[in-house]
């Protein structure tokens, strides 16, 4: 089935703690992305990813990083959490950007205490 | 720069009325594509309609349908006989070919029985 995998799904952590939230997508797709959805915001980009080890900020990149080593995989590293960056995240991929549909993953709902 | 408007927040409307949902976009590219999405309170993000920039045909899906007015710069979403499954919060979204998505605030409909 051809799909977009995020992990964890829900996260509880603490000010500072280093997390990673795992994403990957089995359809071969070149672009993928990072978006965070707080109430009445909508859908804010973090960083996106044209292909393997290109990766660019989008609008809210700030304590945040992404490495794409793999076509398939794009991880989120939140090297010194704070409650601010409590949010649901989004990871996205699609075969090309802005031409395709994007296909998402289900979402991690992050808490930072 | 690329931007997305929403401009209705929320919307609510009785069971079998008609509703629009308003998206207006700024771009400078000549070629771009449009989207909407649909996020019911489950949660996961579904895709509903692409449209590029050189099809101005509107586009009608069952009970949706989507006006696109290059002119005026807008991608209005109608919802024809609305049903309380139809109740979410819906993203109207831009894509510049080759570049990355840019996504609007979102209107969350409620249709109420």
């Known amino acids: 089935e051809a799909q977009v995998t995020q992990n964890p799904r829900y996260l509880i952590t603490v000010t500072g703690k280093k997390l990673t939230v795992t994403c990957s997508q089995n359809m071969n797709h070149e672009y993928m992305s990072w978006y965070r959805q707080d109430p009445g915001l909508g859908l804010r980009q973090i960083y996106y990813s044209m292909n393997v080890e290109v990766t660019d900020k989008g609008d809210v990149p700030e304590g945040y990083k992404v490495s794409r080593k793999e076509k398939r995989n794009f991880p989120l590293i939140l090297e010194s959490p704070s409650p601010n960056q409590t949010s649901l995240y989004f990871c996205a991929s699609s075969p090309l950007a802005g031409y395709y549909e994007q296909y998402f993953g289900p979402g991690t709902r992050l808490t930072v205490t | 720069a690329q931007k997305v408007t929403q401009a209705q927040t929320e919307i609510s409307v009785v069971e079998k009325e008609d509703v629009t949902l308003d998206c207006v976009y700024e771009?400078?590219?000549?070629?771009?594509?449009l989207f909407w999405y649909k996020q019911p309170p489950s949660g996961e993000l579904v895709f509903l309609i692409r449209r590029n920039s050189f099809d101005e045909q509107n586009e009608i899906s069952g009970r949706y349908s989507w006006n696109f007015q290059k002119s005026t710069s807008s991608f209005n979403f109608t919802i024809t006989a609305s049903q309380v499954v139809d109740s979410a919060v819906y993203f109207c979204a831009l894509g510049p070919y080759g570049q990355n998505f840019v996504f609007g605030p979102g209107t969350r409909l409620s249709v109420l029985p």
């Open positions: 771009t400078r590219d000549t070629t771009y594509y």
